[in-house]
């Protein structure tokens, strides 16, 4: 089989353990991203499957029917809402994905964040590399309030670290996410409004989906303190577009810590939030370590190899089997 791999932005999928099993496969790498559809189908001409990196490349309806060899879409992760499965039925593209991954690492990543939001900690690195000492002054987490927005398997991660750190911690979000939060011993705010009001940190877990896109709007962002953080490690489009440019430009909250944009991969420094003072911001980094990759590529690659030994698992478009 011909199967390309996209999106490897480190060119880490040949140093990893399952690149061996694809021996006798023609494997071909790619490190840039290409989503226009025509010119996806181009690269992707003669492949007969494809590795998906999560949401890296989208494959709307548009890249379903202009593509013409692809058979099998091999999706790391369970979230497919970047993939037309309707289109890729109807195109005979079977897609396959890999179940949930380890949600530890965003977890990690967005208490990175954090501190190194209010501990000043990139600046004073690059501080200190220029022959300057202590330039800034940093604020504790001790006896702050944190408020998680979706306490699902991230937020509940992040809420615990919080707690251990003896902060109050105030979670929001839908009805099932919020008996959650209270059955594990945390409060629910008494509204939306007081969310937002109350926190000095808050931590977006929200996945992204029709109904979630742009869910923290403007109004919300400028009810926060101007000395509170907002910490986005989910998706970018969950807060509206272009809102936390302006809420951090007008002061509330007084700092933005994201790990997400609503347009990936953000190159050539091109983005507003990279130029505020601020802000904090990280390359998309929640997921991106060698042991997710193990897991993420590992699952992938034995999709593949079952579609080529004609046992097909964890297909996400069941109909397309009626067409073999």
């Known amino acids: 089989m011909k199967i390309a791999v996209l999106d490897d932005y480190q060119d880490v999928f040949r140093t990893l353990k399952c690149f061996p099993k ?8 790619y490190h840039d991203s290409v989503k ?10 003669g492949a007969d499957a494809v590795i998906l990196l999560q949401q890296r490349t989208p494959f709307p309806r548009a890249a379903a029917e202009k593509v013409t060899t692809l058979k099998l879409i091999s999706q790391t992760g369970r979230n497919a809402n970047h993939i037309d499965l309707a289109a890729c039925t109807e195109k005979g593209i079977m897609v396959c994905g890999t179940g949930a991954g380890v949600v530890n690492h965003t977890a990690e990543l967005t208490w990175g964040l954090i501190f190194s939001a209010l501990r000043h900690i990139p600046d004073e690195v690059q501080q200190l590399k220029a022959g300057r000492w202590q330039t800034t ?11 998680i927005y979706a306490y699902g398997r991230i937020g509940s991660i992040v809420a615990r670290a ?3 750190f003896e902060m109050k911690v105030i979670c929001w979000g839908r009805e099932g996410s919020t008996g959650r939060a209270r059955a594990d011993g945390f409060e629910v705010a008494a509204s939306r409004e007081a969310f937002f009001e109350n926190a000095d940190i808050v931590s977006l877990h929200i996945p992204l989906n029709k109904e979630t896109r742009g869910i ?16 986005n490690t989910s998706r970018g489009p969950i807060i509206e577009k272009d809102a936390l440019v302006k ?12 790990d997400v944009f609503d347009d990936e991969p953000v190159l050539g420094g091109d983005h507003p939030l990279l130029k505020m003072k601020n802000a904090v911001c990280t390359p998309h980094l929640g997921y991106v370590d060698r042991d997710t990759y193990e897991k993420y590529y590992g699952a992938a690659v034995d999709s593949i190899l ?7 698992a964890n297909v996400l478009n069941p109909d397309v089997l009626k067409k073999a």
Do not use: N, Q, S, W
């Not at 226009?36 to 001409?45: G, H, M, S, V, W």
């Not at 909250?253 to 994201?258: H, I, L, R, T, W």
């Not at 079952?306 to 097909?312: D, S, V």
């Open 22 to 29: 694809l021996k006798g496969h023609d494997v071909a790498v």
């Open 36 to 45: 226009e559809p025509t010119k996806l189908a181009e690269r992707l001409k």
């Open 137 to 147: 002054i940093g604020t504790t987490v001790v006896g702050k309030t944190l408020g």
């Open 162 to 164: 919080g707690r251990a």
């Open 216 to 231: 923290v709007a403007h109004a919300d962002l400028a009810r926060m303190k101007p000395t509170a953080l907002v910490v």
């Open 247 to 258: 809420a951090l430009k007008e002061g509330r909250p007084g700092f933005g810590a994201v």
């Open 306 to 312: 079952a579609f080529a030994g004609g046992k097909p």
